[in-house]
């Protein structure tokens, strides 16, 4: 079964930490005005060790490791939220310590790019809802209309709809050096969900998902076994969200074709694409090389959800069950946290 963590409530701890990569000085300010936000709410916040910028991680792969195993064995810490994803998450998947976590409560972890490459495994191997959403350097940004920010989504004890914002923004973040404080996304382009070839789409399954530069590289492992995990969880059906970052479309296309091959889509019932800003190659769009890759699966495809780097963000729980619809102008997911 997949278990979730209990409701975010204020007054619990919040632990923060860089499994990947770290802020720079120049951001600090960032960093500290994202960890009052959390507190002036009522959350106790504890920053980790991990939190620099030696390099291209925050610190070595024993030191970061150790600190999110602390973190997620420590039952006083009711989420773990890392400012951001990085590039190189992956040294750290093999030294989560699963079997310590097997039969303690959830915790719940939240992230996207990255991020998502230690935390889906959590999900696969444990059974544990992680969050797809906003990292801690985007938690002071308010949700747009339709959405429902990530702090909103932890603490619901009901199933909680999200609808298409029909805006979003290639440029929707501030200049975080100049103003840290900044809070509300520059969404100046109109867009919405669209089905691959038209029509409308009514579906339920459970979410599964992340980021496809990263989560691909988790393929053929113990760590990214998402047709065990559809076979084991999809009684009520599967849903796969991914969402490219910056990769141009053909690498894209190679990484999506791995992943079929992988069998992440043997259970699926729909795929949802993330919006992104990530090149074309040439001609070939990122489009392109969804329907290449995919498009021969006979699949519902949505295209352009609000889960990747381009802003809005709608966050979305692994394990939980979800109902999409499209149809006219309804555009909208319901997510059941239990």
């Not at 499994?19 to 916040?45: I, M, T």
Request: aromatic fraction near 8%; proline fraction near 7%.
């Amino acid at each position: 079964m997949i278990r979730f963590p209990p409701p975010l409530r204020p007054g619990d701890r919040i632990g923060v930490t860089s499994p990947s990569s770290g802020v720079p000085d120049s951001l600090r300010p960032r960093l500290d005005f994202a960890v009052g936000w959390l507190r002036e709410r009522g959350y106790e916040v504890e920053v980790g060790e991990c939190m620099g910028q030696p390099s291209h991680v925050s610190a070595p792969v024993e030191q970061r490791a150790a600190e999110l195993n602390r973190m997620l064995l420590d039952h006083t810490i009711k989420a773990i939220v890392p400012p951001w994803g990085g590039e190189t998450a992956i040294d750290l998947v093999d030294r989560i310590e699963y079997d310590a976590l097997q039969h303690l409560e959830p915790t719940w972890v939240l992230g996207f790019s990255d991020t998502t490459t230690w935390m889906l495994p959590l999900t696969l191997r444990l059974g544990w809802a992680t969050m797809h959403g906003t990292n801690l350097m985007d938690t002071p940004y308010a949700a747009a209309d339709g959405l429902v920010h990530w702090t909103d989504l932890a603490a619901a004890t009901e199933p909680v709809t999200q609808r298409a914002t029909g805006v979003f923004g290639r440029n929707g973040y501030g200049d975080w050096e100049t103003d840290p404080t900044d809070d509300t996304y520059n969404l100046d382009e109109q867009g919405t969900w669209e089905v691959h070839g038209g029509g409308g789409l009514d579906v339920t399954g459970r979410l599964i998902g992340g980021c496809i530069e990263t989560v691909s590289n988790l393929t053929g492992t113990q760590y990214g076994d998402v047709a065990g995990f559809g076979r084991e969880h999809a009684d009520e059906g599967l849903i796969v969200y991914l969402e490219a970052s910056d990769d141009p479309a053909l690498e894209i296309c190679r990484k999506l074709h791995g992943l079929r091959l992988a069998g992440w889509f043997d259970d699926a019932d729909a795929i949802l694409i993330g919006r992104t800003s990530a090149p074309d190659s040439g001609e070939f769009s990122q489009r392109d090389a969804v329907v290449d890759a995919l498009g021969m699966l006979d699949l519902p495809i949505v295209f352009d959800i609000e889960c990747g780097h381009v802003p809005p963000h709608l966050p979305l729980v692994n394990g939980a069950l979800a109902h999409v619809t499209v149809a006219g102008t309804t555009r909208e997911i319901t997510q059941e946290l239990a």
